[in-house]
């Protein structure tokens, strides 16, 4: 499968270390990036073939097209693209794009796969979730998960709304992590920890509960409940965080979230 990724940035560079990783060849992926820093930092670390614009050579021999740029910045791609499409695959990673708006810039093309993933791809642990027009076969969506799956797992939208969902939920959702662990690690340097012993306890703390919950077939308010013992120092904690009102904030917050996502879509797409 011949990738061509349009942008150099983080998320185009973790794609092409998983997928090399992965056992993709370097020659079957190409990078298309303005910048000549970025465009030879990318040669260099990868070994893959780039370009400084969008031109034949870059995209006619690709079977998906992965759009990596700012959102601000896509329409201007899909409109150098559009005359260069022919039955590829594209892939847009763009945050707030829509598909409808995409698929006008690029002169009502159809083959279009839009995608959420989180910063956790950085790490190959990241989470993306994938909608396709109904001009992309099977095969087409299998390549478009191949992509996403290099840097982690996927989940398919039936409707294309639900990424505004997926956006506030796990798009956003590592910056509510790093908020809790945040408040974890600063009530432990004010119970007297060092900043380095405040910070090991609270990731440990985090990553060890992760790994419990994703070995565990217990919901997450069972494993909570047995933590909980009755008079204990977690019921205390627990009933101040409710008194906070923690719980309803947290879904308040995960709720805005989408709506902006939503927002940003109508923005985006009417500035064309």
């Not at 690709?62 to 409109?79: C, G, S």
């Not at 796969?113 to 099977?138: K, Q, W």
């Not at 956003?172 to 432990?188: I, M, T």
């Amino acid at each position: 499968m011949n990738i061509t990724i349009i942008g150099g940035g983080n998320i185009a560079r973790a794609l092409l270390g998983g997928l090399i990783a992965r056992g993709h060849g370097s020659d079957a992926l190409a990078v298309v990036e303005i910048d000549a820093e970025a465009r030879a930092t990318v040669a260099a670390r990868f070994g893959v073939a780039t370009f400084s614009a969008i031109e034949p050579a870059a995209v006619v021999n690709a079977d998906v097209i992965v759009i990596a740029v700012k959102p601000q910045n896509v329409r201007t791609v899909a409109r150098e693209l559009a005359t260069l499409l022919k039955r590829q695959v594209v892939l847009s990673i763009a945050a707030g794009i829509r598909l409808s708006d995409l698929s006008r810039w690029l002169l009502g093309y159809r083959r279009l796969v839009r995608a959420m993933p989180n910063t956790a791809a950085l790490i190959g642990a990241g989470i993306a979730g994938l909608y396709a027009l109904s001009g992309v076969d099977s095969e087409g969506r299998s390549r478009a998960a191949a992509v996403l799956e290099a840097v982690g797992s996927t989940l398919w939208c039936e409707r294309e709304d639900e990424l505004d969902a997926v956006t506030a939920v796990s798009g956003s959702g590592p910056a509510y992590v790093f908020y809790f662990l945040e408040a974890l690690e600063q009530a432990a340097r004010e119970l007297g920890f060092t900043p380095a012993e405040a910070r090991r306890l609270s990731l440990a703390t985090f990553s060890g509960s992760i790994r419990l919950a994703e070995k565990s077939d217990s919901e997450p308010a069972l494993l909570r409940a047995q933590v909980t013992s009755k008079g204990g120092t977690t019921e205390r904690a627990i009933a101040t965080l409710d008194q906070a009102a923690v719980k309803a904030s947290v879904v308040a917050a995960v709720k805005a979230a989408a709506e902006r996502a939503r927002e940003l879509g109508e923005i985006l797409g009417d500035e064309a």
